[in-house]
């Protein structure tokens, strides 16, 4: 079962603008993290903001984290072709997690020239 | 430092064959995970090997095992396989120290094709 949820599904953009994606999960959570996948390629890690943390940035990507609403948010901002790729949210959750995280299902996004 | 490393990137196989997928984490890191990734199910935890024992295992059957070797490096095998075992079939090595996941280092993944 996936733990997290994702929206939207995919997104289509044209360069220079913002590209904003969502993830909800279920359970109480250590820290969140977020990763690309170019196309049928392994997972490279964006950012992880913990539990004790609202929000966090690197580079051109901001990461907000509510955990009353179970939710998070990635922001790319001035979003480049090379930025095209799957997105996905991961938790890890509980304690002796141990290399387990859970994956949502992931935003597909397309940034056009 | 070299990333994870997974051989083979692609295979393919009938039903009812086994297949052993290898994967060399970086250097230092003693932690190694596996993930399936399909179409319709996402990404699944398989388990996750530490100097050589397993300390975590998703909800796989029996078909699905692994191991690890003193120097780190992880094999998992799947037996008698089936048209659903077709998948991207990704490796993570973590230093493996914290009892909670941090960053996970993947692979390219190795593409398996069930006939």
């Known amino acids: 079962s996936q733990q997290g949820e994702e929206d939207p599904q995919a997104l289509s953009i044209q360069e220079g603008e913002n590209a904003t994606m969502n993830c909800s999960y279920k359970t109480s959570i250590n820290n969140l993290q977020w990763y690309r996948q170019n196309s049928g390629r392994g997972l490279v890690h964006l950012i992880l903001?913990?539990?004790?943390?609202r929000e966090k940035h690197s580079g051109r990507l901001r990461v907000t984290l509510d955990t009353s609403k179970k939710s998070s948010s990635l922001l790319i901002t001035a979003s480049r072709a090379a930025d095209t790729a799957s997105y996905f949210c991961?938790?890890?959750?509980?304690?002796?997690?141990?290399?387990?995280?859970?994956f949502g299902a992931g935003t597909q996004v397309v940034v056009t020239p | 430092k070299a990333g994870v490393t997974q051989t083979p990137r692609y295979l393919i196989k009938t039903r009812g064959q086994q297949v052993t997928l290898s994967c060399s984490p970086i250097s230092g890191h003693r932690s190694v995970s596996w993930y399936q990734q399909t179409p319709g199910q996402g990404l699944q935890f398989l388990f996750e090997y530490f100097s050589e024992t397993q300390r975590n295992k998703g909800n796989f059957p029996g078909r699905f095992s692994g191991r690890q070797f003193s120097n780190s490096r992880s094999e998992m095998n799947v037996s008698t396989l089936e048209l659903g075992d077709s998948a991207l079939y990704l490796c993570?090595?973590?230093?493996?120290?914290?009892?909670?996941?941090?960053?996970?280092?993947f692979g390219e993944g190795s593409r398996l094709t069930v006939l």
């Open positions: 903001i913990r539990s004790n943390e």
């Open positions: 991961a938790t890890d959750a509980g304690t002796d997690s141990w290399g387990k995280l859970q």
């Open positions: 993570a090595s973590t230093p493996g120290d914290r009892y909670n996941t941090g960053e996970l280092f």
